[in-house]
């Protein structure tokens, strides 16, 4: 099922996985991972899952190329693994989860862990929140042991419910014997469906001082900053939405929904505005 060109030598790695498709809120799961690739010395990709029969197609849909109007190429969505060197050996696995047979895939992406000698791994994805964008995001942490959820510091312990592949992932590779941390920003909900900054920042600056990475984070401190003063003008005609923000951030325990704007209206309009101005 995973094609492997060459493994790479690598020398005690750190896995780092954001899988999407269940919540990967303010992109700070694939955004984070987008922003290690850019920083690997020597970065090669040497593994990939091809997911074109394991997906449903109308939910995450292939892309195609075109050149002059004529259609060159399709994309098939796929997991890739790819490795290089970012102050310590770095093995990065990105792509949407898969609709079937989760247990054979990622038992495959625990195997490869295993043959690269990964010593531990870090899952990494965003969770929409009743949060202020106006407030520094926090990251919340599970882990597969309690030294490890013990090293993260904050973490949630009463969730049953349903999960994601990432979860399941983590569960896998603890149960192999590599120690797994997931890393999740806490994202405002109303902003949730657009690229954070912030959250993506928030994410790594958790990553970088639990792994040991020298993670540059000076390209996101800029991009947080105007993200956040675009919010603001988007915000400055509407009161009634600055009135619900404000009550989030007194910390009342319930905010009536019902005041929000009709729907989701909340976080189009504001999403809707950034991407006017982008």
């Given at each position: 099922?995973?094609?492997?060109?060459?493994?790479?030598?690598?020398?005690?790695?750190?896995?780092?996985v954001a899988l999407t498709g269940w919540v990967d809120a303010g992109l700070a799961g694939s955004g984070g991972v987008a922003f290690l690739q850019e920083q690997v010395d020597a970065?090669?990709?040497?593994?990939?899952?091809?997911?074109?029969?394991?997906?449903?197609?109308?939910?995450?849909?292939?892309?195609?190329?075109?050149?002059?109007?004529?259609?060159?190429?399709?994309?098939?969505?796929?997991?890739?693994?790819?490795?290089?060197?970012?102050?310590?050996?770095?093995?990065?696995?990105?792509?949407?989860?898969?609709?079937?047979?989760?247990?054979?895939?990622?038992?495959?992406?625990?195997?490869?862990?295993?043959?690269?000698?990964?010593?531990?791994?870090?899952?990494?994805?965003?969770?929409?929140?009743?949060?202020?964008?106006?407030?520094?995001?926090?990251?919340?942490?599970?882990?597969?042991?309690?030294?490890?959820?013990?090293?993260?510091?904050?973490?949630?312990?009463?969730?049953?419910?349903?999960?994601?592949?990432?979860?399941?992932?983590?569960?896998?590779?603890?149960d192999a014997g590599i120690p797994t941390l997931a890393l999740w920003a806490q994202v405002p909900h109303y902003l949730s469906g657009g690229a954070s900054p912030p959250a993506i920042?928030?994410?790594?600056?958790?990553?970088?001082?639990?792994?040991?990475?020298?993670?540059?984070?000076?390209?996101?401190?800029?991009?947080?900053?105007?993200?956040?003063?675009?919010?603001?003008?988007?915000?400055?005609?509407?009161?009634?939405?600055?009135?619900?923000?404000?009550?989030?951030?007194?910390?009342?325990?319930?905010?009536?929904?019902?005041?929000?704007?009709?729907?989701?209206?909340?976080?189009?309009?504001?999403?809707?505005?950034?991407?006017?101005?982008?």
């Amino acid at each position: 099922m995973i094609e492997i060109d060459t493994l790479p030598q690598l020398r005690d790695p750190i896995l780092v996985v954001a899988l999407t498709g269940w919540v990967d809120a303010g992109l700070a799961g694939s955004g984070g991972v987008a922003f290690l690739q850019e920083q690997v010395d020597a970065a090669r990709t040497f593994g990939r899952i091809d997911l074109a029969d394991l997906m449903d197609l109308q939910q995450t849909r292939p892309m195609v190329h075109l050149v002059d109007g004529v259609s060159r190429e399709i994309d098939w969505p796929e997991i890739t693994l790819s490795a290089g060197r970012l102050s310590r050996d770095l093995v990065l696995c990105t792509g949407p989860e898969p609709s079937l047979r989760w247990r054979e895939v990622l038992g495959e992406l625990v195997d490869v862990s295993l043959q690269l000698g990964v010593t531990e791994a870090f899952t990494v994805g965003g969770i929409p929140a009743m949060a202020s964008h106006r407030r520094p995001i926090s990251v919340l942490a599970t882990g597969t042991d309690e030294a490890l959820v013990e090293r993260a510091g904050a973490w949630r312990q009463d969730y049953t419910g349903p999960t994601g592949a990432q979860s399941v992932l983590q569960v896998m590779l603890g149960d192999a014997g590599i120690p797994t941390l997931a890393l999740w920003a806490q994202v405002p909900h109303y902003l949730s469906g657009g690229a954070s900054p912030p959250a993506i920042r928030a994410v790594l600056e958790r990553l970088r001082d639990l792994s040991g990475l020298a993670i540059d984070l000076d390209g996101l401190d800029d991009q947080s900053v105007a993200y956040v003063e675009r919010i603001e003008a988007g915000l400055s005609d509407r009161p009634d939405v600055v009135e619900v923000i404000t009550a989030i951030e007194e910390g009342e325990d319930e905010v009536d929904e019902t005041e929000l704007p009709s729907g989701d209206e909340l976080a189009s309009e504001i999403e809707r505005f950034l991407r006017d101005q982008s």
